[in-house]
């Protein structure tokens, strides 16, 4: 199997891009790999994966399997998957720390900001939903109610409990691969999104701490199990939720997205609740000024959103 290493480079760039968009409510990892070319070609390496395959990888390196291992490789996309990997990785490390930082110095406007995308997310797929049936109109307020619910009460209802955490991974690794949702967005609306922020802060801290010889690399261990319990529900979603997913826009597809969108708008209340929650802890009440950043913030990231969105329009046609 000849891999171009230039290639890699390329995707692993993309990967970037994807994890860049992923790291950010509103914002679809799915949108930016449909723009970049790739979107099929993932979907295709994602839904190749399979337990015989992996088998095959396993024991490739026994005598004789060596061929099988390689088949299996090549049907799996495996170089490719690594390399977007490795991208998305490396853009939640660093887009994280920045979002980490927004938050703490100026929540306001970064929940503003995300309010914007998550609006115009709702808004550029407002033509995919058709409520021509019942069963659609159902679906569509079933998602509007179910996410105006949670996103009014998900923290204090839930929790950061180990099963919590690896739920949400199981559930925002499916929004990941779809064009205008967002993991980030999940994670936001189940309350889970400020804590992940920080919880892979802490590991970023405690690794670099560990490394200067300023402070023991233990200290990595418990934000570490709480990161590695989201990627293993992660992993598992990847290959079994994603494809319910895959199964129902399949066969219900009007239905789907009906009641995906309905679930972004309903969502809307999450960064509103958020910014009354920092207004409160700062002991501050909206004024004129506060309400023009958080308005000004959501009209860029709003107008983001569209960009992209008219992006991914001139890709298709």
Avoid: C
Avoid at 52 to 63: D, E, F, N, Q, S
């Amino acid at each position: 199997m000849v891999v171009d290493p230039r290639e890699l480079v390329v995707v692993y760039l993309k990967g970037i891009a994807m994890g860049t968009a992923d790291a950010v409510p509103g914002v679809s990892g799915g949108t930016i790999a449909l723009i970049t070319g790739i979107y099929e070609r993932l979907i295709d390496a994602l839904t190749a994966i399979g337990p015989g395959r992996v088998k095959a990888v396993v024991v490739g390196v026994l005598p004789g399997r060596r061929a099988a291992a390689g088949r299996a490789v090549r049907a799996m996309d495996v170089p490719f998957l690594v390399a977007l990997g490795g991208g998305v990785v490396t853009a939640l490390v660093v887009v994280t720390a920045l979002i980490e930082h927004a938050l703490a110095v100026a929540p306001l406007p970064t929940f503003g900001f995300f309010f914007g995308l998550i609006a115009a997310s709702a808004y550029v797929l407002r033509e995919s939903v058709s409520l021509d049936t019942r069963g659609r109109v159902v679906a569509a307020v079933g998602g509007f109610l179910f996410a105006f619910v949670v996103s009014g009460s998900a923290t204090a209802a839930l929790g950061h409990s180990p099963v919590v955490v690896f739920g949400a991974g199981l559930v925002a690794v499916s929004a990941m691969i779809l064009p205008g949702v967002s993991g980030s967005f999940v994670l936001l609306l189940l309350g889970q999104y400020e804590y992940m922020i920080g919880v892979l802060g802490a590991v970023r801290g405690a690794l670099v701490d560990g490394v200067a010889g300023d402070r023991s690399l233990s200290a990595v261990v418990a934000p570490g199990t709480t990161a590695a319990t989201f990627v293993v529900g992660a992993v598992i979603g990847l290959f079994t939720l994603a494809h319910v997913v895959g199964w129902a826009l399949d066969n219900y597809r009007e239905a789907t997205l009906a009641f995906l969108v309905s679930l972004i708008v309903g969502a809307l209340r999450a960064p509103v609740v958020k910014m009354n929650e920092a207004l409160a802890e700062s002991g501050r009440v909206w004024t004129p000024e506060l309400l023009g950043a958080a308005f000004v913030a959501a009209l860029v990231g709003g107008v983001l959103v569209v960009v992209l969105e008219g992006s991914v329009d001139d890709v298709a046609y």
